[in-house]
């Protein structure tokens, strides 16, 4: 197709990966679009900047210069850029430093409204998500393009019910920073082919805040997943114990009506819940406040047999009623 882009003047490019290596420092992925970027220049990137200190080729060996269509990796960071952010070659430091502190300010101004406190003017916004649950999160790995990644798919994770908010991502060793945040955002630390610095890991075990380490992205939305699923309210089904036909009651001085009853099927425990049914309609909801075979007290009655039951704050028994034994089973709640 005979594509062509003019290789003389600044250099513009596109970060494709970004990192910190311990003895080089920040080095970027970087490839070349148009025009020269060479070693001594001055650049910004995103909300950072610096000057070029060295350019790797794609097979390893330092070159003083790269042009379009060049993959280089670029030594001379003054912070670790995001992957995608354009590098813009200038004429000066200066220049640079404008751009990038600008750029800097700008990042920090957006990121305290979005994280502003409720008031007149959002205040209908914070009730109408505050039944929302919410687990936050700080992200540090080994690579830009994994914090990347990262940020998007736990992000991706938020539901109606659960909300992920992604505090703070960025290259490198969990730091006792990041602890710190962690600690007084409530937040838990995800890092990914990275360990904590023995300083970070001490306090995260004094401010009790947890860090999880992985190597494996799908292992991290696992879970996080499961960590969402334990912010939901539980979820409990009614699970049906027994029916017990009231044939007689008996009224027992100091302590009320107790329903003479025989079990139709299933099983009467002690500590179910009960409903009293009556022509089809549910006229109680509670609890069954004692249970007799006879005089004895009896843990359950199975199907077959006679019962006494008693039902707590309860007294207007008639026969004919329906006495069904029920429990509420927990169940996991799902996203």
Same mark, same amino acid.
């Given at each position: 197709?005979?594509?062509?882009?003019?290789?003389?003047?600044?250099?513009?490019?596109?970060?494709?990966?970004?990192?910190?290596?311990?003895?080089?420092?920040? &080095?970027?992925?970087?490839?070349?679009?148009?025009?020269?970027?060479?070693?001594?220049?001055?650049?910004?990137?995103?909300?950072?900047?610096?000057?070029?200190?060295?350019?790797?080729?794609?097979?390893?060996?330092?070159?003083?210069?790269? $042009?379009?269509?060049?993959?280089?990796?670029?030594?001379?960071?003054?912070?670790?850029?995001?992957?995608?952010?354009?590098?813009?070659?200038?004429?000066?430091?200066?220049?640079?430093?404008?751009?990038?502190?600008?750029?800097?300010?700008?990042?920090?101004?957006?990121?305290?409204?979005?994280?502003?406190?409720?008031?007149? /003017?959002?205040?209908?916004?914070?009730?109408?998500?505050?039944?929302?649950?919410?687990?936050?999160?700080?992200?540090?790995?080994?690579?830009? $393009?994994?914090?990347?990644?990262?940020?998007?798919?736990?992000?991706?994770?938020?539901?109606?019910?659960?909300?992920?908010?992604?505090?703070?991502?960025?290259?490198?060793?969990?730091? =006792?920073?990041?602890?710190?945040?962690?600690?007084?955002?409530?937040?838990?630390?995800?890092?990914?082919?990275?360990?904590?610095? *023995?300083?970070?890991?001490?306090?995260?075990?004094?401010?009790?805040?947890?860090?999880?380490?992985?190597?494996?992205?799908?292992?991290?939305?696992?879970?996080?997943?499961?960590?969402?699923?334990?912010?939901? /309210?539980?979820?409990?089904?009614?699970?049906?114990?027994?029916?017990?036909?009231?044939?007689?009651?008996?009224?027992?001085?100091?302590?009320?009506?107790?329903?003479?009853?025989?079990?139709?099927?299933?099983?009467?425990?002690?500590?179910?819940?009960?409903?009293?049914? *009556?022509?089809?309609?549910?006229?109680? /909801? $509670?609890?069954?406040?004692?249970?007799?075979?006879?005089?004895?007290?009896?843990? /359950? &009655?199975?199907?077959?047999?006679?019962?006494?039951?008693?039902?707590?704050?309860?007294?207007?028994?008639?026969?004919?009623? &329906?006495?069904?034994?029920?429990?509420?089973?927990?169940? =996991?709640?799902?996203?």
């Amino acid at each position: 197709k005979e594509l062509s882009a003019p290789s003389q003047g600044a250099a513009r490019g596109v970060v494709l990966e970004a990192r910190k290596e311990k003895g080089r420092g920040i &080095v970027a992925t970087v490839l070349v679009q148009q025009g020269g970027l060479n070693v001594g220049d001055f650049f910004f990137c995103g909300s950072t900047w610096g000057r070029v200190r060295a350019i790797t080729d794609d097979a390893g060996r330092r070159v003083k210069s790269a $042009g379009p269509s060049d993959p280089a990796e670029i030594m001379g960071f003054d912070a670790v850029p995001g992957a995608g952010d354009i590098l813009q070659g200038v004429e000066s430091e200066a220049k640079a430093l404008d751009v990038a502190s600008f750029r800097s300010q700008r990042d920090k101004e957006e990121g305290l409204v979005s994280s502003r406190k409720v008031s007149l /003017e959002n205040l209908f916004d914070h009730m109408a998500t505050s039944d929302v649950k919410e687990l936050n999160v700080v992200v540090k790995a080994d690579v830009q $393009g994994s914090v990347e990644v990262l940020k998007e798919t736990l992000v991706g994770l938020t539901t109606e019910k659960v909300k992920v908010t992604f505090l703070h991502g960025s290259v490198g060793a969990v730091t =006792t920073n990041d602890v710190m945040l962690a600690a007084a955002s409530s937040a838990i630390i995800i890092g990914f082919s990275v360990r904590p610095e *023995r300083t970070a890991r001490d306090l995260a075990e004094s401010e009790q805040v947890d860090i999880r380490l992985y190597t494996v992205i799908y292992e991290v939305i696992d879970d996080v997943k499961k960590a969402l699923v334990g912010l939901l /309210e539980p979820v409990y089904k009614e699970e049906e114990l027994g029916q017990a036909e009231v044939r007689e009651v008996f009224r027992v001085p100091k302590i009320g009506s107790i329903a003479g009853s025989h079990v139709l099927e299933g099983v009467i425990t002690r500590h179910a819940k009960a409903r009293l049914v *009556r022509d089809h309609k549910v006229v109680y /909801e $509670g609890g069954i406040a004692s249970l007799r075979r006879f005089k004895d007290d009896a843990t /359950e &009655v199975r199907q077959g047999f006679d019962c006494g039951i008693g039902l707590e704050h309860y007294q207007d028994i008639k026969v004919g009623d &329906v006495i069904e034994a029920y429990k509420m089973v927990e169940m =996991t709640p799902e996203l």
